[in-house]
């Protein structure tokens, strides 16, 4: 055989894997990777915390900063890559309204795990630690302007999981898309509770089942926002 034939044989499987990397699909799952990686690396890194703090000194503050770091690049990274990369309408990744009983669905949601929640925030673990951004601990309008940035985290947070990811692996795996952001959603608890872990894989699967057949992630930004909230109101304004 002429060895320069059975060369571009052997090549040939590494340009299909090379053309899978830069397909849709392979865009985003590598997308997804880096800007979690970032946001973990970012974390106490010197010249990254002088910035933060020299564009708004407010940013001293590591809860703060870290709300802002994942809006940054959980949910302003992969807008701009779906616009600019992707060239696509951001509609196409989950920003579309859905119908109001996707609303209705995750309120039923919400009033069938709240009992649970309610219950382990009185628990002296919790209310050792939350909120994480300790003046907000005292109530009032640090409490509410606290709770305001925490909603659009958890859009950021949303928008990548079960917007971005799940949007864009849908078309090539199906409703199996609901899987895939199940292990980060994970992986970005940990340092909670164990029982928290363990509740994070079924509110993980819910949430990604509301998103895929939905069409939209607004009913999981819903459930999310609201769970954070009602969470901590729980925990300053009644058991504090």
């Known amino acids: 055989m002429n060895p320069l034939k059975a060369f571009r044989e052997d090549v040939e499987p590494l340009r299909e894997v090379l053309r899978t990397f830069r397909s849709q699909e392979g865009l985003v799952v590598i997308l997804a990777t880096l800007v979690l990686v970032t946001r973990r690396s970012l974390r106490g890194v010197d010249w990254w915390v002088d910035l933060a703090t020299s564009i708004a000194p407010v940013l001293a503050n590591r809860e703060l900063r870290f709300r802002v770091e994942g809006i940054l690049l959980l949910g302003v990274v992969p807008l701009l890559f779906v616009l600019f990369v992707h060239r696509r309408s951001v509609l196409d990744f989950g920003l579309r309204l859905p119908k109001m009983r996707w609303f209705g669905f995750a309120t039923v949601y919400l009033a069938l795990v709240h009992p649970i929640n309610f219950l382990y925030a009185a628990s ?26 925490v909603a659009v985290y958890m859009f950021a947070w949303e928008f990548l999981l079960r917007g971005y990811m799940l949007f864009g692996l849908k078309d090539r795996l199906g409703p199996f898309a609901i899987l895939v952001p199940l292990l980060p959603f994970v992986i970005l608890h940990f340092g909670y509770s164990t029982p928290e872990l363990y509740f994070c894989i079924i509110d993980g699967l819910f949430l990604g089942a509301i998103a895929y057949l939905s069409r939209s992630v607004w009913p999981v930004v819903y459930i999310h926002t609201l769970q954070s909230l009602l969470w901590e109101i729980e925990v300053v304004y009644l058991f504090q």
């Open 124 to 149: 002296p673990a919790i209310l050792a630690d939350y909120p994480f951004y300790a003046p907000a601990r005292e109530g009032g309008l640090e409490f509410w302007g606290y709770q305001a940035l």
